[in-house]
């Protein structure tokens, strides 16, 4: 069975780092593109961040800078490292996938997502 | 990068069809053919309904439509049913490893 398990959020103060964890089962991070996306409270969908198979990764310019993408192969996993938090990245983050991997730039396996709440 | 424009709201009776506008620009919409959309009801995931335009993934019923004109793309949700009631999203690539989402909207199942 496919899943994604988000997992890593939390309560932290602003400026402050948090890694989230993206633990993928039923597909193989090597094979498949793995992206973030996340929700502010009562808000739309925000992309985030993605990695291609072949591991380029890309980011969106409200985080660029600040919040990376990586993964580890051995672990099937997917990590965002988010550094010097803020305020506005309060959000659920989801972290999304694609079940064909000839089929770009859309996302039908999604996990539950993982709360991540900065606030002083 | 700026988030597509939706419709804040959509309405309609059950049975009904309700059409979807996504504007972008020709840096996204209007000049890649990876436009999705979708579902997401309160508290859950969302759910992809529509990919590449128009192609329907499977178990999606055929209710679902999606079309594109220049920087515009739609979706038509037709017979609507109570179950439809959500929150839709379109979503675009928009080159350089970049993707961006509409602004959402809320569909009402009157």
């Known amino acids: 069975e496919v899943q994604l398990v988000e997992s890593g959020g939390g309560l932290v103060q602003p400026g402050e780092s948090l890694r989230l964890s993206c633990a993928v089962s039923?597909?193989?991070?090597?094979?498949?593109?793995v992206s973030w996306v996340r929700q502010a409270p009562g808000k739309g969908l925000e992309w985030v961040s993605l990695i291609y198979s072949g591991g380029n990764t890309g980011h969106g310019d409200s985080v660029r800078g600040r919040l990376t993408i990586s993964r580890d192969i051995s672990k099937n996993t997917v990590h965002l490292q988010m550094n010097s938090l803020r305020a506005e990245d309060t959000a659920v983050y989801y972290c999304?996938?694609?079940?064909?991997?000839?089929?770009?730039?859309?996302?039908?396996?999604w996990g539950r997502g993982t709360l991540v709440t900065v606030s002083s | 990068q700026s988030a597509l424009t939706q419709p804040p709201s959509a309405s309609g009776s059950p049975g009904q069809s309700v059409t979807i506008s996504c504007t972008g620009t020709?840096?996204?919409?209007?000049?890649?053919?990876?436009v999705s959309w979708y579902q997401q009801h309160p508290g859950k995931a969302p759910k992809l309904i529509i990919s590449?335009?128009?192609e329907r993934p499977s178990g999606v019923p055929d209710r679902f439509s999606g079309s594109k004109s220049g920087s515009t793309a739609s979706l038509t949700v037709s017979g609507l049913q109570s179950e439809d009631e959500a929150d839709y999203y379109c979503g675009s690539f928009a080159g350089s490893s970049n993707f961006v989402f509409g602004t959402g909207t809320k569909v009402t199942v009157l």
């Open positions: 590449d335009v128009s």
């Open positions: 039923g597909f193989t991070v090597s094979n498949h593109y």
């Open positions: 999304a996938s694609r079940g064909d991997p000839s089929k770009v730039w859309s996302f039908d396996l």
């Open positions: 020709s840096s996204d919409v209007g000049r890649y053919n990876y």
